[in-house]
């Protein structure tokens, strides 16, 4: 995975997260889940079905397609739409529980056109509880819930810390890739996996791979937000 440093720059304090941002989020998840449509298919042949991968990059292009066709993309409405397009397109558990963090998400930023840490903060953590809600999953049962709940902490951390957010967002991005490698010696206890028992231990789970994958291309969206407008115009290559 890319590490990543939040860039040196005076202007980092006001940096917010708006439409534009979200947009490139979702293109950034959408091109680097695409390079990772072989990992995430092997992580996922050890201990489920083996389509995570291709699931949710077909998922993401739904999610893209779907973005471009919005009219006045507030902050809710895009959620709203990411969370349907995964929601409908992604099979198995995936889609749904995708789709409930973004519907989740959603509602903290009704009416909003940006948003700063403090928001972010909530957001994250209503998409966390709502993919709780739905997959009746904890922290240590080896899913997706160990680095979305990982990467609330962080960020919450870094709002004590008063960091910026493009500061908050690379720690955020680092802790999220810290827990879905701490799956690895896991046993699972919920999902597809958890019909293998001790026997899913030693395999990193793909749903918390994938799920750091989104908080490290929030991470290089709002990176990006900083570059130039020129250098901006093409957020498909990823950092």
């Known amino acids: 995975m890319n590490s990543l440093r939040a860039p040196t720059t005076r202007l980092q304090p006001k940096v917010k997260i708006t439409g534009r941002v979200v947009g490139d989020w979702m293109r950034l998840f959408e091109a680097n889940i695409g390079h990772a449509v072989p990992l995430l298919t092997d992580l996922d ?10 699931n949710i990059y077909r998922g993401m292009q739904s999610v893209v397609s779907k973005l471009a066709e919005l009219k006045s993309p507030d902050l809710s409405s895009q959620l709203r739409v990411i ?4 929601t409908s397109s992604v099979g198995g558990a995936s889609g749904p529980l995708y789709g409930a963090f973004f519907l ?3 509602q903290v ?8 840490l403090a928001d972010l903060i909530l957001l994250v953590d209503a998409g966390c509880q709502g993919v709780v809600k739905l997959g009746k999953a904890a922290v240590g049962d080896k899913t997706m819930v160990d680095t979305l709940s990982a990467a ?16 908050a967002l690379a720690a955020c991005s ?10 690895t010696p896991m046993v699972a206890r919920k999902g597809r996996a958890s019909y293998l028992g001790e026997r899913s231990a030693g395999f990193q789970d793909p749903g918390a ?14 990176a990006l ?15």
């Open 45 to 54: 042949r050890a201990i489920g079905d083996g389509d995570h991968g291709v």
């Open 83 to 86: 969370s349907a397009a995964l």
């Open 104 to 106: 989740q998400s959603a």
């Open 109 to 116: 930023v009704l009416y909003k056109s940006e948003i700063a």
């Open 152 to 167: 609330v902490i962080s960020l919450r951390e870094s709002g004590l810390r008063r960091d910026s957010l493009p500061a």
């Open 174 to 183: 680092l802790a999220a890739q810290r827990a879905a490698e701490g799956t």
């Open 209 to 222: 791979t994938s799920a750091q994958m989104l908080f490290e291309a929030l991470a290089q969206a709002v």
């Open 225 to 239: 937000s900083l570059l130039p407008s020129p250098t901006h115009s093409n957020p498909s290559v990823s950092p």
